[in-house]
């Protein structure tokens, strides 16, 4: 059985899609090796979500994975640790949706 013919389960995963506006500051981290969430699906929800009017940041990490991309010491760390400063600072994050390549 697959999601597309389980009709109860893909309407109890559609519940769980996070398609309204967020009003708090999102950053969004993608490992371009992940094999698990596929940076094509991130990128397309990332789309979606800007033309929504959704302010983001998307940041894309070139070999990492879903096991590796939060690990300390990688390349995601500095760049979310500054990023959550600026938060708890009150800087405001940056208009509209940006994205970065690490």
Same mark, same amino acid.
């Given at each position: 059985?697959?999601?597309? *013919?389980?009709?109860?389960? =893909?309407?109890? @995963? #559609?519940?769980?899609?996070?398609?309204? +506006?967020?009003?708090?500051? &999102?950053?969004?981290?993608?490992?371009?090796?992940? *094999?698990?969430?596929?940076? =094509?699906?991130? @990128? #397309?929800?990332?789309?979606?979500?800007? +033309?929504?009017?959704?302010? &983001?940041?998307?940041?894309?990490?070139?070999?990492?994975?879903?096991?590796?991309?939060?690990?300390?010491?990688?390349?995601?760390?500095?760049?979310?640790?500054?990023?959550?400063?600026?938060?708890?600072?009150?800087?405001?994050?940056?208009?509209?949706?940006?994205?970065?390549?690490?």
């Amino acid at each position: 059985m697959t999601i597309e *013919t389980n009709k109860a389960l =893909a309407a109890r @995963l #559609a519940l769980n899609v996070p398609d309204h +506006a967020i009003a708090a500051p &999102l950053v969004i981290a993608q490992g371009l090796a992940d *094999t698990v969430v596929r940076s =094509a699906v991130t @990128l #397309a929800y990332v789309e979606e979500r800007c +033309a929504a009017g959704q302010r &983001l940041e998307y940041w894309t990490f070139d070999g990492l994975d879903h096991g590796s991309i939060d690990q300390p010491g990688t390349r995601l760390a500095d760049p979310l640790i500054t990023w959550t400063k600026s938060r708890f600072s009150s800087d405001p994050p940056p208009g509209g949706c940006t994205r970065r390549s690490f």
